[in-house]
């Protein structure tokens, strides 16, 4: 069925090129000036879509939305406004009767127009928008041409059209270097709307309740299991969680207080927060451009790594540490509901120059996500302590002194969950860069001992409580990151980790996961560089390891920023030499590259990467 579009816009110069961008995209298109002309129109068809200018003059257009929602329950139109007037109590109108589409006219163009009405038909239970686009090129109407690459504000910059994010491919961007990436807004202009963002988005009383749950350290199993009782979709979900595979010990229970018997208080905590969690910034929105489900897996993996090391270390409340993880990239999610279009071009242009997405982030924003979160976290009146690590997670240790030296251990902790669940791969939230663990660990002093107690248990953890929180928000619980880094591989990796430092090896980890729990025999050397003075051990610990093996085994050297690996270490053997920060693929080319190589080849060493 095709659908059908009212545009509701007095200013012609406005009007007229939503009407063209609409029907090349597939709509019915009717456009009128007035409230009157707006019922008349929608008495001979009832809109799917409804694009609206507020000011109408005698009856508000947030009037004639509302009237229109409640005379037409079965049937409720998809809304996108687009306006001049940024005034919050504007804003809040609309968010009242259920409005999330808003666009002022200042900074607008029919790429963000595209994106809205993607997103805002998705959610009205209509398919998506490329679906309409091709049923439109299927039967060649013949109508006019997309214009979606021209601005329709005067102030606004001509661009080109950029796909949203239903799926479908993406182009490239055309630019080649960092320093070519141009601002989509100002720093002040972006922070403006993250700010009204912040203020116009009340928090779901689940939320709430979970934020009191966090508060209160000393609550007994009783007290939770009677507060949850009261929220009978909260006691659902969690009912739900207890029951999975995750946690399932033999027969059903039936009750709230069966399920924290069960799962113990803690994780009942930790369940209620992220269902909380997930049910506040999940959704539709950023599908297309990072899996849910590992985005989430990403947060879980963090929360609880943060978690551990907060009760090994005593860096922070391992309560709050779990908050922390599970929300230090939320920012991200915001982002791609408020600049959609630019951010299907941050991620292209992540992928294509081999930058950390956060970079691009700030080239294109002037802001990352964590400065987006950080953002909302104060005008949502979080603590400090839940906003300082969550806003600074991706500064250095040297910045984070002189900025906030409060701060340095709990944002230290914070970083150091972060980069060990990627690490591990578990999940993704959409930052395929890999990075050492050296300085943020040893600010915390984790220990050898106790990272690797974390690295055995969590995996295991986070699968459970990750299969319990699918089953309470209905999702399938899948392994996906893992499994696919794996199957990159041609030959199976069993790496054999060589160090004369306790400083934790990142490669090594990642090698690690990557191998799995067999005993099968080494066939890959990972050797640790941080020091030249390393050299004599690192090459003596290798000649033990191959004549354990029965043969020189090629060697992966990671080695510290400017401590590239002597000669000496690199003789008689195939090898590579890597240095992080550096993207999941640089590592996985150089290791099936080093697996591949017939034992015949010569063994020359070169770098991975040309740093």
């Known amino acids: 069925m095709v659908p059908h579009a009212l545009v509701i816009e007095p200013d012609a110069i406005i009007r007229e090129p939503l009407i063209a961008a609409l029907q090349s995209w597939g709509f019915t298109t009717v456009g009128v000036v007035s409230s009157g002309q707006a019922w008349e129109a929608i008495g001979r068809q009832i809109p799917d879509l409804v694009v609206i200018e507020p000011d109408l003059g005698a009856e508000s257009g947030f009037r004639l939305v509302g009237r229109m929602i409640s005379e037409n329950t079965r049937h ?40 809205r009405v993607d997103l805002a038909i998705r959610r009205a239970g209509l398919s998506p928008l490329e679906v309409h686009i ?21 102030a606004a910059a001509a661009g080109q059209e950029e796909p949203t994010p239903s799926g479908a491919s993406i182009s490239t961007t055309g630019v080649t270097k960092i320093s070519e990436i141009e601002s989509i807004l100002p720093k002040d202009r972006a922070t403006e709307l993250i700010q009204n963002y912040g203020q116009c988005r009340a928090l779901s009383p689940m939320f709430n309740y979970a934020m009191k749950l966090l508060n209160d350290s000393q609550a007994s199993i009783e007290s939770i299991a009677s507060a949850l009782k009261r929220d009978q979709a909260i006691a659902t979900r969690v009912l739900r969680a207890a029951n999975s ?21 803690s994780e009942l905590r930790n369940i209620v927060m992220g269902i909380a969690v997930m049910e506040e910034f999940g959704g539709s929105e950023f599908e297309g451009f990072i899996d849910v ?15 551990e090391i907060a009760r090994e270390t005593r860096s922070m409340d391992p309560e709050e540490a779990f908050l922390v993880g599970l929300l230090h990239d939320v920012g991200r999610v915001v982002m791609i509901e408020q600049f959609g279009p630019g951010m299907v071009s941050g991620f292209v242009m992540a992928r294509e120059l081999d930058q950390p997405l956060h970079v691009i982030e700030k ?13 909302m976290f104060k005008e949502w009146h979080f603590p400090n302590n839940l906003i300082v690590p969550v806003a600074t997670h991706h500064l250095s240790l040297a910045n984070l002194k002189h900025i906030h030296p409060g701060a340095i251990k709990q944002t230290a902790t914070l970083i150091t969950a972060d980069r060990l669940a990627n690490l591990l791969m578990l999940g993704s939230s959409g930052n395929e860069w890999l990075n050492t663990l050296d300085d943020a660990a040893e600010e915390i002093a ?20 990750k299969c319990g929180l699918s ?29 004369v430092t306790s400083a934790p090896d990142s490669i090594a980890i990642m090698l690690g996961r990557l191998s799995g729990p067999d005993t099968a025999a080494p066939n890959l050397a990972v050797v640790h560089l941080t020091d030249t003075d390393q050299v004599p051990a690192l090459v003596e610990k290798l000649a033990q390891t191959d004549a354990r093996a029965g043969r020189t085994l090629p060697v992966l050297v990671h080695h510290a920023h400017k401590v590239g690996p002597p000669p000496v270490l690199l003789e008689g053997r195939r090898a590579r030499s890597i240095e992080l920060p550096m993207p999941y693929d640089g590592v996985l080319a150089a290791v099936a590259e080093l697996l591949s190589e017939p034992e015949h080849l010569s063994d020359t060493a070169a770098p991975a990467n040309a740093a």
């Open 245 to 265: 595979g995750g946690y399932n010990r033999g027969r059903a229970v039936h009750t709230v207080e069966q399920a924290a018997v069960r799962i113990g208080i």
């Open 134 to 154: 091709k049923a439109k090129q299927a039967v060649g109407s013949g109508s006019a041409p997309d214009p979606s690459g021209t601005s329709v504000s005067k």
């Open 76 to 115: 409720s139109p998809a809304v996108v406004v687009l306006t001049h007037c940024s005034a919050r109590e504007k804003i809040l109108e609309a968010a009242r009767i259920g409005i999330r589409h808003y666009l002022l006219k200042s900074n607008f163009n029919l790429e963000q127009f595209r994106h």
């Open 446 to 465: 984790l220990s050898p001992q106790a990272m690797d107690r974390i690295i055995q248990r969590i995996p295991d953890r986070v699968d459970e409580l």
């Open 471 to 499: 089953a309470a928000s209905g999702m399938v619980c899948e392994k996906r990151t893992l499994e696919n880094r794996r199957a990159s591989l041609e030959h199976p990796v069993h790496p054999e980790p060589i160090s």
């Open 293 to 307: 489900m590992e985005f989430w897996e990403h947060g879980l993996a963090t929360a609880m790594i943060c978690q």
């Open 363 to 375: 080239r294109l924003y002037s802001l990352d996500h964590a400065d987006i979160a950080g953002l």
